[in-house]
């Protein structure tokens, strides 16, 4: 087979454009009366010569200058070699007309990927559907509950799916890939001037690339020829003729080949699957009881647990009998080749008996693996039966999840996206939330653009007009306190004048913050805020300068820190993992009196939190030599053992249980006094979530933190109190284990996050917390070894040490 390599051909991309096609769907009279510049408009005017842009981008990085040719159906040349195109390669084509303004205006747009799915650099003629650069959609129908048993037949893109298909093969004959025969060529050209006739309504873009002798593939870079090197020395023999193999010495180097075949199944492989599968019809199959231990292993699985070529036949083989079984849909899921169109076929079949899954197993099938629309439909499907308050406690993760949906020409008309908006216009409260999540990941440099900008103007163009209004009014708040905190942290002044130049510029009327519109308050919408009170707004002592925020309300005041310049999706997605682990403790009837504070991310650097009055255990230990005499002073009871009220004590050791078993499972690190809070009715608890996941930046870290001044306010090890603690952890870690895969499902959402310690070692997420759930140990296995995990962290010495060295750091500091 012959080819040429992309980086052999260090000439420019040549390209040509034919005049843009289809027509432009004029505006009514009633709008060009109301607006008189849209009669100079494109959609206005009935002749006017459309001008086309066009850039090479790699993801969201151009590699080109735009370039606007001269006139169309004439070749010219961008400025970038064939030989420096990665893989991604992509021309985006811009076409503007008369706005009705001094600068023209956007009309559409269209983009043509330079390589195809084979590594193969397109040739002849490419026929690109336009996309308009404002395409208004209406809601979705609200029956979508069904939708995934009509979805094959389905299809709103219909006509340029059809128009699509006889491109490519108009395409193919031009390459002389297709015989040729006059008179059925004659008939057939007629027919697919029909159609194109017909499909006026539709705009595309005809481009024209080289054609090439050969197929040009890309490679990234030339491969040298491996030196010949005797394999046998004359040196090391044995008599006269037996000789040794000579070792590769040190300069001898592998040499890597391009492999376009690598990644797919082998043919072999898929002939036998395909021919066992076949076989494996039979809808009334019983597993035997050897049988049925070995399905009930592989449904126990974790959901990130890759199942083996006979796992996954012996799944399919008693498909029929699992559908009684609803944890294992995800296993059979995983189990189904999904490009096989008959496997695929009777899969969904059987999808449709199954019996109704958790919501845990449906989160399991939005994840990245799962991408047949079907399937995702029907997941969606099962959670319309979440309730509001349940789907707030997965919603981050769901719009996650939005970038894993299959669409067509816009992200908004996914089934998730839908069913997303609908659910966020129904509910203010959960609207405020999804606005928020999805307007952070609208900056993402991957998904931003291309998923989640054209949600969040559908769905800003699909709420009432009086949710509409907060939400300008929210982002009006927020772009004011940004406003402020630049201020402070320009300025180089003493901390104390600092706090003087914020109240004053809160104070300062031009600004609106003293007394504004009420305005729903993002954090927390359940809180309308009326102004600030500037007298009791500071600044903390940070590097990051964060502001403590008073706000008045239309019922009291409100207490917030705000921070700029610090990313706190991470703290975000903590807190929210410790606000749905602390509703699945109290449905086990365990209340554990856990502080999940509000948190939320504006953008990638900016977010508020609640605050919360609290002491830190470093100024408990330096002003009160300890946990216990801080207790006593806030609630003393003569009455009681330690001379605490019973319910500040009962809120101390649960609260300290909670948290020891939550940082474990997720990994919290750089745990040190500043960052361990107590509040007057003794709830404890973490802030500061910068290391999650295992990772530390000190040496030796405790699976959990737990230092001795935490048991000696309880009383001691040997207290009451501290087996209390124990039980509690105990529990919490066995009730916590049941719904491990729920949690696994959350963080298997969150692999194409750009959260810090998530993106670092995006395989490896789902697998740190998954270990620390110990699944393969049964529940007395587990109690015993969370038991060792105690008795480790108190009687550490090491972070002690740490502990001392950070106090003192702090100290010189100040």
Known sequence: MLFY????????????IEEPKGSTQKLPFSALISDPSLQLSYKGIDDYNPIVEAQVYSGATPLSLPIQPSGFNCWFKIAVNLCDLPLDSRILFTIYGPSGHAEPGVICSAQLPLFDSNGNIKQGSQKLQTIPELESQLLPEP?????????????PNREAKTANFLDSMVHKYQLGKVPTNDWLDTLAFKRIEQIETANDSLHFLVVDLPVWDHDVVWIDKKYSLRRQKQLFSSSQQLGTSLTLLNPLDDSEHL???????????????????????????????????????????????????????NEKTLLWTYRYHLTKWKHALTKFVKAVSWDDESESKQALEVLHKWVDIDVADALELLGPEVTNARVRAYAIDRLRKASDDDLELYLLQLVEALKFEPYNDNPAKSYLARFLENRAILNSHLGNYFYWYVSVQASDRKYGAQVFQPIQRHYLSSVPQNILR????????????????????????????????????INDPRHELIKFSPTVLPLDPSVVVVGLIPEECTVFKSSMLPLKIKLKTVSGSYSLIFKSGDDLRQDQLVIQIIQLMDELLKRENLDLRLTPYRILATS???????????????????????????????????????????EVMDNYVRSTAGYAVITYLLGVGDRHLDNLLID??????????????GKDPKPFPPMIKLPIQLIDGMGGINSENYTKFKSYCFTAFTSLR????????????????????????????????????????????????????????????????IDRLHSLAQYWRN
Request: overall charge negative.
């Open 5 to 16: 390599q992309s980086v052999d051909l260090a000439r420019q991309l040549e390209i040509r």
């Open 738 to 801: 049941k719904s491990a895969n729920l949690i696994l499902a959350l963080f298997s959402l969150m692999t194409e996050s750009t959260i810090p310690n998530i993106a670092l070692e995006k395989d490896q997420a789902v697998h740190k917390v998954e270990e620390r759930f110990c699944l393969e140990m049964s529940e007395s296995e587990a109690i015993l070894h969370f038991q060792n995990l105690i008795n480790d962290s108190v009687n550490a010495f090491m972070p002690m040490v």
């Open 470 to 505: 907060q939400v300008k009014l929210q982002v009006k708040f927020m772009n004011k306190l940004l406003e402020m905190a630049t201020l402070v942290k320009q300025s180089k002044e003493t901390r104390s004048k600092r706090i003087e130049l914020m109240r004053a510029h």
């Open 143 to 155: 029956g979508l509950a069904n939708e995934y048993k009509e979805l094959d037949s389905f299809d």
């Open 255 to 309: 040499m890597a080949v391009y492999d376009p075949d690598k990644m797919y199944e082998s043919p072999i492989e898929s002939k036998y699957r395909r021919l066992v599968r076949l076989a494996d019809d039979d809808k009334d199959l019983r597993p035997t009881p050897r049988v049925r231990d070995e399905l009930e292993r592989v449904i126990a699985y974790p959901p990130a647990h890759e199942l083996s070529s």
């Open 604 to 646: 990638m650097t900016d977010g508020a939190m609640q605050f919360i009055p609290n002491e830190p255990l470093s100024q408990v230990l330096s002003h009160y030599h300890g946990i216990l005499p801080f207790l006593r002073q806030h609630a003393a009871d003569d009455s009681q053992p330690l001379g605490v009220k019973e």
């Open 680 to 693: 007057n009715t003794g709830r404890f608890f973490h802030i500061d979530f910068g290391y999650i996941m």
